[in-house]
């Protein structure tokens, strides 16, 4: 079983940056395919950005690209999104959500959430 547990979340101005960290426990993180997802009030869960196994090719939701970085580091276990030039609408719950494979679609193991706001 996998653990995730985000952290980082918090309340900043629009334009501004915030970073966010996973750390995963409970599986040999460089076996997992990785990514975050978010959650804005009232609204349906959306994907943010991904990492396949291999750590190669970031894929990115087209709100995002440009100003959001995915990246890992494995020998520490832990997923990053580093979030620039942040909007209002960016504002959400993030997740990190992990799966143990490229090929399927649904994500096995997700963490708990983190909460990022964007003041106007």
């Known amino acids: 079983q996998v653990q995730l547990v985000e952290s980082g979340g918090g309340l900043v101005q629009a334009g501004g940056s915030l970073g966010l960290s996973c750390a995963a426990s409970?599986?040999?993180?460089?076996?997992?395919?990785v990514a975050w997802f978010r959650q804005a009030p009232g609204k349906e869960r959306e994907f943010v950005a991904a990492?396949?196994?291999?750590?190669?090719?970031?894929t990115y939701a087209n709100s995002v690209k440009a100003r959001f970085t995915i990246s890992a580091d494995d020998a520490k276990n832990t997923l990053y999104l580093q979030m620039n030039s942040l909007k209002p609408e960016d504002t959400a719950v993030y997740y990190c959500?992990?799966?143990?494979?490229?090929?399927?679609?649904?994500?096995?193991?997700w963490g708990q959430g983190t909460q990022v706001t964007v003041s106007s």
């Open positions: 959500a992990a799966r143990d494979s490229d090929y399927q679609s649904a994500y096995d193991y």
């Open positions: 409970g599986r040999t993180f460089n076996w997992l395919a």
């Open positions: 990492l396949t196994r291999r750590r190669r090719n970031p």
